[in-house]
């Protein structure tokens, strides 16, 4: 089910419209609305004044439309089954006629928003008919039942809540949606009636994506469409679920047929949003009026959204400004520190690996753009028993493309003494033997930093961070890490982006690097050859990437991180795969939590950041027994 997951199905419709022909709307309302039910949607919303027509004038003062209207309503409550619908009609109450939307179903209407902003300027002047809802009464006689009525109700089951706010709502200066949204409404429903324009669609769909985003939640948007009258204006029929700014599913505008828009809007990431948003409920927001309903789930066993197995890596449309972006964050960040320490220089570890080939990418463009001297960046290249040639040679060839001062240092006869001091075997290659040599590093790369008057420049990538894939007091710590922020699967990106600013001797070497499995290089060589690929112990990068992803932006249990990676990865990865990385990620993640309680400073770049002094505190000896248990 659906709901197991935290997800809710809703649904923008846009029926085929006779202008005031009440009979004909509520045959193809009902239509849509089987239609709905039949796709397990929980809750539809339909465009402002379906019942009627948006464009039918003064007819709207004549009571033999409302009463037509009200008539229909009946028609449709009585049909209704199991999807929640809202409907839009005009309705009398308290001697004055409102722009309202009827919310239907389980056949008994649940109650009665009204429009509360009421435009009467250019194309529309819907004072001439209508009152603002704020003149409404708290409740209205309708179809034979007495109902709530007012811009003040919160449609609320076990699964999910929802609010409406209709048309102009959306565009006026303070919207009711945020007002309903603290009042604890997850979903918006919006039916509307916006005509087109040139160039008014991407504003409208700015609007749309700015208010689901500033309220957290999901947003269903229904416009008027086909059938309206056009001897002024013309509507386009456009609908959409949007959720948290970004759109879920949009339908075809000027489309000729009747048109069902859904999508599955995780409501279960709304709330964790909103309840790690501290001032999101403060303020002076009304209780607001609750208005139960029972829903309806989903078990036909599809995901009607979009799970991008890579949800760290920008889409191709966005990607280089994202990349671009990002780079400006690490290079401000360690341009402040180098400026703030007061030295233009700085070391970084340079393996011939992806990690701190960015480093390196990124203190040079940092000079670069500061008119420093490119000497002033020095790169160590550190081999030892595991160093293959190839890495070595593009450490070497990166260096130079960077016009860096580059320094080779072999740590193998540090080692030899060092194991010699503390008992090692050479010939055991055990946990102590890899650690020592990143600590070898680290120790040299901090003393030459102290000698050049410099700083040391971490390497370690938040993957690497999130799985404690480092040395402790090795290559877990520098003076400043400017990878910290960054997921391994972005790195990639952002490590070839970063190259073409430099020139083809740059990217013809990254290229290699990028081509490199990835590896500590911890490990002895098999015959010049790495013996040691990290992916090969841990699982794939970009299957923990988005257990991560997922976990800490979106308050994902395990259950449904497996969920969302079975269809994120499927055809790439077997279950038993992703279900064995899934169990190597939770117990990692929390027996590694002390290496990130003490870890340098570094700039955040993403939504997601596990640095202590910010975005993540966790005990270090936290237990994973309930995330595992939920995993399996």
Known sequence: MLSDYGFVRVAAASPRVRVADVDYHVSRIRSLMREAESRQIAAVVFPELSLTGYTCGDLFLQPALTRAAEEGLSQLIACAGSVIAAVG??????GRLFNCAAVIGQGTLLGVVPKLNIPDSREFCERRWFAPGTLAPKTVRLCGREVPMGCDLVFESERFSFAIEICEDLWSPNPPSGRLAQMGAQIILNPSASNELVAKHPYRRGLISMQSGRCVSGYVYAGA??????????FGGYTAVYENGAALAEGERFGRDDVLTAADVDVGRLTYLRSRSTGFFEGDSEP???VPFAAADADDGTLLRATAPQPFVPD????DQRLSEIVSIQTAGLRKRLEHIGTRVCAVAVSGGLDSALSLLVAAHTFRQAGWDPAGV??????GPGTTDRTERNAHALTAALGATGLTIPIGPALDQHFSDIGQDPATHDITYENSQARERYQILMDYSNR??????GTGDLSELALGWCTYNGDHMSMYNVNGGVPKTLIRHLTAWLAGEFGADTIKVVRD???TPISPELIPSDGGCIAQRTEDILGAYELHDFFLYHMIEGGAPPSKLRYLARIAFAGKYADAYIDRTLQTFLTRFFSQQYKRSCLPDGPKVGTVSLSPRGDWRMPSDASPAVWLRDSK
């Open 513 to 515: 690097i990028l081509d």
């Open 316 to 319: 191709g449309s966005e990607r």
């Open 89 to 94: 009609l005009p309705v009398m109450a308290a």
């Open 225 to 234: 469409g086909a059938g309206e009258s056009t001897t002024d204006l013309v």
């Open 378 to 383: 020095h790169a160590l290249t550190m081999p």
């Open 452 to 457: 050049v008057g410099g700083i040391a420049l």
């Open 288 to 290: 607001g009026r609750r």
